[in-house]
């Protein structure tokens, strides 16, 4: 009977050790970009495995200083983690360097800090995808298809480290082959994207590639082109996937895009803090979870995951 009692014992102690946490997840995207919802719903799912509370906050439309609003606002409530989108690095270093004296520990994901290490937010780690080589393998998958006489990067969120850095990898790959190429500005406004896309090929009516660099871009270009009878004529290359960018891949509407797994962007930093609160366990400065390529010799495997809400 003594052994029993000893043995209940133990099982309370460990069970107590176990508590239960709360996480936020503070990110620059609101519920209006559809790439949100997967991260949103992996965060969920990895909230139920490991029966913590996970929080999700996120401005309606992108804007830094209500990003920046929500983010004081979690820190205020000393949660025993935080996960955070390192959208513009020079604006969240303040706060997030307050948390991390506070005791907060705190996990980057979608976009890391890219200035130097001793410039860089201590973070305990990043989860995401590489930027800048998303914008390189974007490039490289086009040039594999063809030389575009003109390219046109739809920006729909310019200042936003992540897309400036994919932007660049383009940008960086096609200049040197003498191929001119531009940002242009669309907005979060699908209407507006659709227009100011139109407007641009109009005035440069050479361009035969468009890069999107995220579903807020790729919607609208879809469409561009199907109105106007562009198809095959001017090349989309994506980033990121929708049920909507699968099914253009299929269609030939647009040729690529660029997968970086955002599923894992919500599920892993739950489980990292965990476990940092649990043990102190914690991976390595970098998890990355893209980029890869999708495009007609592998879309039908991945529109399955698109369609299950894990991509």
């Known amino acids: 009977m003594r052994k029993l009692l000893v043995l209940l014992a133990m099982v309370a102690l460990v069970t107590l050790t176990f508590g239960t946490y709360t996480f936020y997840v503070v990110s620059h995207g609101g519920p209006a970009d559809p790439f949100w919802g997967v991260v949103m719903k992996g965060m969920k799912d990895a909230a139920e ?20 609003d929500l983010l004081e606002s ?9 996960v955070v989108t390192i959208t513009n690095p020079v604006a969240l270093d303040e706060p997030l360097r307050k948390a991390i004296k506070m005791g907060i520990p705190v996990v980057a994901i979608n976009v890391p800090d890219s200035r130097p290490a001793d410039e860089a937010i ?16 974007a490039a490289r998958r086009m040039l594999q298809e063809f030389t575009p006489r003109r390219a046109v990067i739809a920006i729909h969120e310019p200042g936003h480290a992540g897309l400036e850095a994919r932007a660049k990898g383009i940008m960086d790959t096609l ?10 500005d669309i907005t979060t406004d699908p209407t507006k994207a659709l227009t100011l896309m139109k407007s641009y090929l109009i005035k440069h009516p050479d361009t035969d590639a468009i890069f999107t660099l995220g579903p807020l871009g790729a919607h609208p270009a879809i469409q561009l082109v199907e109105e ?11 980033i990121d996937l929708t049920t909507k960018i699968t099914d253009a891949i299929k269609k030939g ?3 690529f895009t660029v997968d970086q797994q955002q599923y894992l962007q919500g599920y892993l930093p739950v489980v990292f803090l965990y476990l940092y609160n649990e043990y102190g366990l914690i991976p390595h400065e970098k998890v990355l979870t893209g980029p890869s390529i999708v495009d ?4 039908d495997i991945v529109e399955k995951t698109v369609q299950m809400g894990y991509r």
Do not use: H, W
């Open 253 to 255: 509407e647009v040729l």
């Open 49 to 68: 495995k490991y029966n913590v509370e996970a929080v999700y906050l996120g401005p309606e439309k992108f804007s830094i200083k209500e990003f920046i």
């Open 175 to 184: 200049k040197p082959k003498g191929i001119p190429v531009e940002k242009l």
């Open 296 to 299: 007609k010799s592998n879309v």
């Open 74 to 82: 979690a820190i205020a409530r000393k949660p025993d983690g935080l």
């Open 228 to 238: 106007e009878g562009l198809v095959g004529k001017v090349k989309i290359g994506a």
């Open 122 to 137: 201590p973070y305990l780690c990043y989860v995401g995808m590489d930027e800048y080589l998303a914008g390189v393998y």
